[in-house]
């Protein structure tokens, strides 16, 4: 049980090293997952609840090992907080869209990390930003639904890209 929490464990701080460098890539793969985000609303909804059932998952992983105390409270509110799609699919536009909330979310990430019974909300904050990141704008989702397509068949890889992020 031990290893499995400490596999869990590490990898939250892996995929978020390792995402920087998927960001923005123009590979074929990253544009299907782009285009059936825009297109489809069962996959956003299912990359939002695999983002809570981690960010929940995580949050236990830290209970199992350390004990309950009112320190994990925060990361657990965090990941049943996300399980309610309409608030989830909000926030994430909101962070994907406005770099003013991006760095109030990266300040408190950063204020989070300064105590260490609150690493695992500091990192649950940030997965959630990362997660953000790769979610669709509201304007790549209201042109897959006008134009489908378009998106699909006649774009480019690079311009898909360009246009989702």
């Known amino acids: 049980m031990t290893k499995i929490i400490a596999?869990?464990?590490?990898?939250?701080?892996?995929?978020?090293?390792?995402?920087?460098?998927?960001?923005r890539r123009k590979s074929r793969t990253l544009v299907r997952f782009c285009i059936s985000m825009a297109l489809r609303e069962k996959v956003r909804k299912a990359y939002m609840l695999a983002l809570a059932l981690v960010v929940i998952l995580f949050s236990y992983s830290f209970v199992a090992l350390e004990g309950a105390s009112y320190w994990q409270s925060p990361t657990l509110l965090l990941g049943f907080v996300l399980l309610r799609y309409k608030f989830t699919d909000a926030m994430l536009h909101w962070i994907h869209e406005d770099r003013v909330i991006q760095g109030i979310a990266l300040g408190m990430v950063m204020f989070s990390m300064v105590v260490p019974q609150l690493y695992s909300l500091s990192a649950s904050m940030a997965l959630v930003m990362t997660a953000a990141m790769f979610y669709p704008s509201r304007a790549i989702i209201e042109m897959?639904?006008?134009?489908?397509?378009r998106l699909e068949y006649s774009m480019s890889d690079e311009d898909i890209i360009d246009l989702y992020f």
Not at 7 to 22: D, G, R, S
Not at 144 to 149: E, I, L, N, Q, S
């Open 7 to 23: 596999i869990l464990q590490l990898t939250v701080p892996t995929v978020l090293l390792i995402a920087p460098f998927l960001y």
């Open 144 to 149: 897959a639904k006008v134009d489908c397509f």
